[in-house]
T-cell receptor, first 113, second 110 residues
Framework: KAGVTQTPRYLIKTRGQQVTLSCSPISGHRSVSWYQQTPGQGLQFLFEYFSETQRNKGNFPGRFSGRQFSNSRSEMNVSTLELGDSALYLC????????????FGPGTRLLVL | QKEVEQNSGPLSVPEGAIASLNCTYSDRVSQSFFWYRQYSGKSPELIMSIYSNGDKEDGRFTAQLNKASQYVSLLIRDSQPSDSATYLCAETSGTYKYIFGTGTRLKVLA
C-alpha cells in the first residue's frame, strides 16, 4: 500500500507571498492532520480534517488554513508568509477512529526569505 | 495546556545495551500513546502504539504505560547504531488532536 505523499518536497518563498501544500493520504484513510516542525518548537499541530470538515485546530494564526477534498486529499495554505514560517510541514493520515495511529508523509520543507 | 514532556538528551548507550526512553503527559483523559522514530532530515516513523496499562512488546521494542503515574516509556533491547535517532512520544485524548513531545535524541555507540 502506498504511503502518504506530499508535494512539493521543497519550496523557497519570500516574505509576503502565499504558499499551498498538498497531501495525499494512504488509500482508505479519511483523516488528515497537518503539523509544523521547527527545531525550537518541535511538532506543532495545525489542524485535522475528516470528510472535508475540520474537526480540530491548533493555536496558529488565521494565515494558516486548510481544506480537504472528497477523495480525502488535503491542502494547506499559508498567506502573507513570515520568516518564522520556515519549517518542515508534515501531513499525517489515519483511519477515522479517533485514537488510532497516524502515518506521516515525507514533509514539505519551506524556506521563507 | 496539555503537554507531553521528554528529556531532550542526548541519551548515549553502548551497542547491545538497553535504551530506556521516558515520557510524561499532563492530560488525565489521554487514551492512546505512540512512539515515533525520526532520523535527521526525515519524517517521523511509527514504532509502537499502546492503549492499556502495562507492557506491549514488538521485536526489540517494548512500550510501557502507567496511566496512574501519567508515564509512558520505550525500551529498546540490543541497541544498534541504526537506532540512533530522535524518538518522539505522542498522545491523544480522542479529540482528533495529537500532542507530541519535543523528542529524545538517542545515540548508540558502536
Amino acid at each position: 500500500k502506498a504511503g502518504v505523499t506530499q508535494t512539493p518536497r521543497y519550496l523557497i518563498k519570500t516574505r509576503g507571498q502565499q504558499v499551498t501544500l498538498s497531501c495525499s493520504p494512504i488509500s482508505g484513510h479519511r483523516s488528515v492532520s497537518w503539523y509544523q516542525q521547527t527545531p525550537g518548537q518541535g511538532l506543532q499541530f495545525l489542524f485535522e480534517y475528516f470528510s472535508e470538515t475540520q474537526r480540530n485546530k491548533g493555536n496558529f494564526p488565521g494565515r494558516f488554513s486548510g481544506r480537504q477534498f472528497s477523495n480525502s486529499r488535503s491542502e494547506m495554505n499559508v498567506s502573507t508568509l513570515e520568516l518564522g514560517d520556515s519549517a518542515l510541514y508534515l501531513c499525517a493520515s489515519s483511519r477515522e477512529d479517533r485514537t488510532v495511529s497516524q502515518y506521516f508523509g515525507p514533509g514539505t520543507r519551506l524556506l521563507v526569505l | 495546556q496539555k503537554e507531553v514532556e521528554q528529556n531532550s538528551g542526548p541519551l548515549s548507550v553502548p551497542e547491545g545495551a538497553i535504551a530506556s526512553l521516558n515520557c510524561t503527559y499532563s492530560d488525565r483523559v489521554s487514551q492512546s500513546f505512540f512512539w515515533y522514530r525520526q532520523y535527521s532530515g526525515k519524517s517521523p516513523e511509527l514504532i509502537m502504539s499502546i492503549y492499556s496499562n502495562g507492557d506491549k512488546e514488538d521485536g526489540r521494542f517494548t512500550a510501557q504505560l502507567n496511566k496512574a503515574s501519567q508515564y509512558v516509556s520505550l525500551l529498546i533491547r540490543d541497541s544498534q547504531p541504526s537506532d540512533s535517532a530522535t524518538y518522539l512520544c505522542a498522545e491523544t485524548s480522542g479529540t482528533y488532536k495529537y500532542i507530541f513531545g519535543t523528542g529524545t535524541r538517542l545515540k548508540v555507540l558502536a
